[in-house]
């Protein structure tokens, strides 16, 4: 360690910089690229990430009181060779 070293970065520091900012050729980014994207243990990870987020929301909503909005609308007819709808097609509507 050098003497001076006190803990502290600089703002020109290399450790404040981005890969793609550290990186200057355009073919070495394209390379890194590829890398990340074709990566497994990469996708595995966020995978993993998805499921505990997912797990986090469910407990959450075990905890939590929510709210469900819904609309439903139902219609029976009755066949008409039914004991229901024998009775149905007997009814007859007074016109007053």
């Known amino acids: ?8 970065t600089s703002p020109g520091s290399s450790a404040q910089l981005g890969w793609r900012e550290f990186f200057d050729d355009p073919y070495l980014i394209e390379l890194i690229d590829q890398a990340f994207a074709g990566n497994q243990e990469l996708k595995i990870l966020g995978q993993e990430v998805r499921i505990a987020s997912n797990e ?10 929510f709210v ?6 139902d219609i029976v007819k009755s066949s008409r ?3 229901d709808g024998a ?8 016109d007053d």
């Open 1 to 8: 360690m050098p003497a001076t070293f006190n803990g502290e």
């Open 68 to 73: 469900r909005l819904g609309a439903a609308a």
């Open 81 to 83: 060779f039914t004991r």
């Open 87 to 94: 009775v149905e097609d007997q009814l007859l509507v007074a």
């Open 56 to 65: 986090i929301r469910a407990r959450r909503g075990a905890i939590f009181p």
